[in-house]
């Protein structure tokens, strides 16, 4: 008997969804926001951090298709999100065994690849799992409550990360203040995998043979998914140019300690929690594309803001991960979203994984290439201003290219627009207020 007792609809997530969810992403938030930091603590170059974001963006993608492809055509979805959670993050602990940067960068495309095993297949898993209509719904409420759980994981590691040598005695003092987060991320990891067995998979219906993998088949279809991945190619690169330097700032500029970064990182998924539903609800009335793209216009605000802070104007990286908190809760779920309602529904692990691979590539060559630029100017103006100019770069080309999105097209009709909503938001507080 498994822990979902009533989802004979699957119109709504079943609780082991939630379960496993918010396990996943306490273990994520215990390391994830801590990375470039230690990275910067164990003496990275601009190259070798721009080289760890690659990873981080291509390694995780890569095979995704091939994951996503087969567990579409075996029909099951569970035996891959346990494997994947299980092994990425158990991996993770070996990161307190990286003697140098490139060390490093090598265990990290190993975990990421071992990660990329979980992500398309629970990704399909959970639309597989939802009804057509609340579909942005419901990936709202599960974002609110993994949101929620990574906070609370990364304020933890805040608070604890310093008294790490408690547990065990790590390899250097460099690593004393990682090594309870990383240790309790492997534990955690193995936790959520033994209850994923617990989610009761839909039954898959039957279909044909396909193409394996399905990078290139599904790349080559005219329709609203390519013209979405061409739309996102300019945006996507001008995004991850600033991902190398955001730690810059913070650690190097700033100075700040692993708690204030947990602060301002817990700040980001705080705003994207608390809008997640409104937002997602707005975009089951008005439609994916406006979400989209107010979400994508906000995030050149954000490389602006770090690359203009200074120890006197500390509060910028605060107002900038307000503001990228707002942007995630509009656009990162409404794209999901699109994804599941321009995809067959027999595809959809097939789609997402083609649409991170596609995009993850994109985003190596953007993080790769400014962390080669950003040393190369190093030598002429400092590594401060090499930082902040790649930051005001990423800034010019994100705003430019959050326009792109005014191409993309709905697949559906919707039954309000932004301009509707907005009236109807004015209108009550207008007569809220002359009842008063």
Same mark, same amino acid.
Not at 176 to 191: C, D, H, K, N, S
Not at 344 to 359: D, H, Q
Not at 367 to 375: E, K, N, T, Y
């Given at each position: ?6 989802? =004979? ?14 396990? @996943? ?20 170059? /601009? ?17 995704? %298709? ?27 602990? !070996? ?20 990660? #990329? ?10 639309? @597989? ?48 203040? /990682? ?13 959520? @995998? ?30 609203? $998914? ?8 300019? $945006? ?40 997640? !539903? ?11 594309? %406006? ?14 803001? /770090? ?24 656009? !990162? =779920? ?15 692990? &097939? ?18 290439? &400014? ?17 902040? $100019?790649?930051?005001?770069? &990423? #800034?010019?080309?994100? $705003? ?13 009709? /919707? ?22």
């Amino acid at each position: 008997m498994t822990m979902d007792a009533n989802d =004979n609809s699957f119109q709504k997530l079943p609780r082991s969804v939630y379960i496993v969810g918010a396990l @996943s992403k306490f273990a994520e938030g215990l390391y994830r926001p801590f990375l470039q930091t230690y990275m910067i603590d164990i003496g990275a170059t /601009y190259t070798e951090l721009g080289a760890f974001r690659s990873v981080g963006n291509i390694a995780p993608t890569i095979l995704q %298709p091939a994951w996503g492809a087969k567990s579409d055509q075996i029909g099951r979805r569970q035996p891959f999100v346990a494997f994947g959670t299980f092994s990425g993050f158990l991996m993770v602990f !070996m990161f307190l065994w990286a003697q140098t940067p490139i060390h490093m960068i090598v265990l990290y495309a190993i975990q990421s690849v071992l990660l #990329s095993i979980q992500i398309p297949t629970w990704q399909s898993l959970i639309g @597989s799992l939802m009804g057509e209509e609340n579909r942005r719904d419901e990936l709202g409420k599960l974002g609110i409550v993994t949101s929620i759980t990574s906070l609370v994981a990364t304020i933890i590691t805040g608070f604890i990360a310093t008294v790490g040598y408690l547990i065990m005695p790590p390899v250097d003092p460099i690593r004393a203040e /990682y090594y309870t987060p990383f240790y309790l991320t492997a534990v955690i990891g193995i936790i959520a @995998s033994i209850i994923s067995f617990a989610i009761n998979e839909k039954k898959p219906k039957k279909i044909k043979k396909r193409e394996f993998p399905p990078l290139r088949r599904i790349l080559s279809k005219p329709g609203d $998914f390519r013209k979405l991945c061409g739309i996102t190619i300019f $945006f996507s690169f001008g995004m991850s140019m600033a991902w190398p330097f955001f730690a810059v700032i913070q650690r190097r500029v700033l100075e700040f300690s692993l708690l204030e970064i947990a602060i301002v990182s817990a700040l980001m998924t705080t705003i994207s929690a608390i809008f997640s !539903m409104p937002f997602g609800r707005l975009s089951d009335k008005v439609g994916r594309k %406006p979400l989209i793209m107010f979400g994508r216009f906000l995030l050149f605000i954000v490389a602006l803001l /770090y690359a203009l802070a200074v120890p006197s104007t500390w509060y910028f990286v605060y107002i900038a991960n307000i503001i990228a908190g707002i942007s995630i809760a509009s656009s !990162m =779920n409404a794209i999901q979203a699109y994804i599941y309602d321009v995809a067959p529904e027999e595809e959809r692990g &097939s789609y997402l994984a083609v649409f991170n691979t596609f995009t993850g590539i994109v985003f190596l060559l953007g993080s790769l290439i &400014s962390g080669i630029i950003g040393d190369m100017l190093e030598p002429f103006v400092g590594w401060h201003l090499a930082a902040a $100019f790649m930051l005001l770069a &990423s #800034s010019v080309i994100r $705003f430019v290219g959050s326009f792109f999105y005014l191409f993309l097209d709905e697949p559906r009709e /919707y039954k309000s627009t932004v301009k509707r909503e907005l009236a109807s938001i004015i209108n009550r507080r207008r007569f809220g207020a002359d009842s008063m």
